[in-house]
């Protein structure tokens, strides 16, 4: 539900820039301010930074049993935002609490997952992530006619989803690799060893050497996403497609592949096949829809063929398998941390490039920002397919075994070694 709330604040944004830049007379750069400061980019990033060290000092569960308070508080300022402070306050809160909880959530998954259905439960976040577009984009559609007050709405709907998701999560336990990890920790503590935290995983090798690969892999695929998600209705403005309804529904269809492609490609096939082929084909479908979004023509069945094209990509492209990764090459005192810091630089390069997206593609087109686009899509494949790692269908602490040498933060007694 943290994929889901987090990918809906995103789109729920997204269709209404418009309608909040015209209620308050924002300029282009105004409303990349607040497309940067969103649950798309610096928000989240701030919340990463927070919720990741904290997820692994204090448990999995501190995080996800307060992360959504402060989320309803963000979503609630934007539902009756009446000035623009109102707007970006909300907007920051929102960013903030997202921030937080994803990472946490994506390591809680994967913590609980069989050592043989590891991807399979890790794509339901990904399913999740690809539902909320898909629903929040029908939902927008649908309320075309009401204007702002529709937005507003289409908020309101995540704000109870929120709160039934938080009353819901009260009961969740803790993850069990973490208590047996923070057990271990405790004897330490006490007979004078360091505590772990953010300055080790920093400094050990194995370390630095996965959020280096996992940093290729997400957050240059995850900058043209950023992109995509929050200004993709804009792009089609500019391609020739006005209508919002139209815009609306590409992106329906787009996001309705994606979560065919999660369910179909990678939660049944993650776990079976090389994951370096499966990552590999669904990077060269979104480097190949750009290729002619920007370099044919846009007519309205080129423009169904990339939405189509990018959705399956996405489905079994870098989010599904940068959330796979980055829970498998971190040891436990590590894992939380490392999802916070590669989330956290991840959303700072969607920012970055979001304060200035609205005014490129408004001054320069569609091939100028495209051509961007496709340097990072290009890296990111090269990276991922040179590196993936060879982990499917090993246990967390096989995988910790191989890459730091000894299990870290083994309970006594285990015999896993």
Excluded: C
Aim: overall charge positive; charged content about 10%; glycine content about 10%.
């Amino acid at each position: 539900m943290s994929n889901y709330i987090e990918a809906g604040s995103i789109i729920a944004l997204a269709t209404s820039l418009s309608l909040w830049q015209e209620y308050f007379g924002l300029t282009d750069l105004a409303v990349g301010l607040v497309a940067a400061l969103s649950a798309n980019a610096f928000g989240a990033a701030i919340g990463a930074m927070i919720g990741g060290p904290l997820g692994d000092r204090y448990g999995r569960k501190f995080i996800y049993t307060y992360d959504l308070v402060l989320y309803m508080v963000g979503t609630a300022l934007v539902i009756f935002a009446a000035a623009h402070w109102m707007l970006l306050l909300g907007v920051v809160l929102t960013g903030i609490a997202v921030g937080a909880g994803v990472p946490v959530a994506w390591t809680y998954i994967a913590e609980e997952a069989p050592a043989g259905r590891r991807a399979s439960h890790v794509g339901t976040a990904q399913l999740a992530w690809s539902l909320g577009p898909a629903l929040v984009f029908a939902l927008a559609t649908a309320l075309v006619p009401l204007g702002l007050l529709g937005s507003r709405l289409v908020f309101a709907h995540l704000f109870v989803i929120a709160f039934i998701t938080w009353w819901v999560r009260r009961g969740l336990a803790e993850s069990e690799i973490w208590k047996n990890a923070k057990a271990k920790q405790e004897a330490q503590r006490q007979t004078g060893l360091r505590r772990r935290g953010l300055k080790e995983l920093l400094s050990h090798p194995a370390n630095v050497r996965a959020l280096l690969f996992l940093f290729g892999v997400y957050a240059l695929w995850n900058t043209v996403a950023g992109q995509m998600g929050i200004f993709m209705p804009r792009v089609y403005a500019t391609a020739g497609v006005e209508s919002a309804v139209e815009q609306n529904l590409l992106q329906v269809l787009l996001w309705t592949l994606t979560v065919a492609a999660t369910y179909l490609g990678f939660m049944r096939y993650g776990d079976r096949i090389d994951r370096r082929a499966l990552y590999a084909v669904g990077a060269a479908l979104g480097i190949v829809a750009w290729v002619l979004l920007v370099f044919v023509d846009a007519t309205t069945p080129l423009l169904i063929l990339f939405a189509s094209l990018w959705g399956i990509s996405a489905g079994i492209g870098a989010q599904a398998f940068y959330a796979l990764w980055t829970a498998e090459l971190f040891a436990t005192p590590y894992r939380a941390s490392a999802q916070g810091v590669l989330f956290f630089a991840a959303r700072i390069a969607v920012g970055l490039l979001s304060y200035w997206f609205p005014t490129l593609l408004a001054t320069h087109g569609v091939p100028f920002v495209g051509t961007i686009m496709l340097a990072m899509l290009g890296v990111a494949l090269l990276v991922g397919t040179i590196w993936a790692p060879n982990t499917r269908g090993k246990t967390l602490q096989e995988i910790e075994l191989e890459r730091y040498g000894k299990v870290i933060d083994e309970p006594a007694g285990s015999g896993t070694r």
